[in-house]
């Protein structure tokens, strides 16, 4: 009997974004907007954006986590990323999804973010 909570071996945990969708660019440049009040940089270079799911409407939904479950702004931050994205041309609709698995780490975080902290 197997534990249907748990994903299938090899699935990722983060599911895969849609990388080949005409818009991807510009919602991943308008996440770079968008910066954690306590840390000087932007969200999607600390690995906060998990996934970013364009559907064939140009629907786009975002699961993106937070460096913890406390976080000051966290209640704020979904609601961010949605004023960041909405406004791009040819985005019908944004959902932005705060989600905890796989927990955030320091080793999701671009070369770019661990130099500008200084752990490079």
């Known amino acids: ?14 599911a895969p974004s849609s990388t080949d969708h005409p ?4 919602v991943v440049d308008a996440c770079r907007t968008v910066y954690d009040p306590e840390i000087p940089v932007n969200i999607y270079e ?5 996934t970013i799911d364009i559907n064939e409407q140009s629907g786009v939904n975002i699961k993106m986590s937070l460096t913890a479950p406390g976080c000051p702004v966290a209640g704020e931050m979904p609601g961010w990323v ?5 406004p791009l041309a040819g985005v019908k609709t944004v959902d932005v999804e705060l989600v905890w698995e796989p927990p955030w ?4 975080m671009s ?5 500008e902290l200084g752990f490079m």
């Open 23 to 26: 818009l991807y660019e510009q």
């Open 111 to 115: 070369d770019e973010a661990r130099l």
């Open 46 to 50: 600390l690995g906060l954006i998990y």
């Open 82 to 86: 949605a004023d960041a994205v909405e």
């Open 1 to 14: 009997m197997t534990d249907s909570t748990q994903p299938l071996e090899g699935t990722p945990l983060i």
């Open 105 to 108: 780490g320091m080793d999701m």
